[in-house]
């Protein structure tokens, strides 16, 4: 996991929910010929100027992708947590201050 606080909720992203191309965490995560896991929309966008792995630059033969929905349900429930601590932590601070404005 990368040490990244998460929208200031304590909650530590893994590594392997991010895409490689565009260093956010993926909605639709598709694995690729190099065994890799990228965004859909990012690695298609690729794979129209580039017939190489932009993970390992190996050529690859095969740009076809196919859902990672392991990892697609991973991600689902790391986001579900993220939305409870935000849920939580949005509570702690509407009672915060409002406790404070009496």
Known sequence: SQDID???LGVKVPDYFYCPIMCEV???PVVAADGH??????IEEW????ARSPK???VLLDLSVRPN???RAQIAEWRDGVVKAKGSH????N???SSSSS
């Not at 794979?47 to 580039?50: A, I, R, T």
Request: glycine share 4%; hydrophobic share 25%; net charge negative.
């Open 90 to 93: 949005s509570s702690t601070t």
């Open 47 to 50: 794979f129209m100027d580039h």
């Open 69 to 71: 929905h392991t990892l």
């Open 56 to 58: 390992t630059n190996e």
């Open 95 to 97: 009672s915060n201050s």
């Open 6 to 8: 998460y929208e200031g």
């Open 26 to 28: 993926m909605m639709d």
């Open 37 to 42: 896991s990228y965004e859909r929309a990012a």
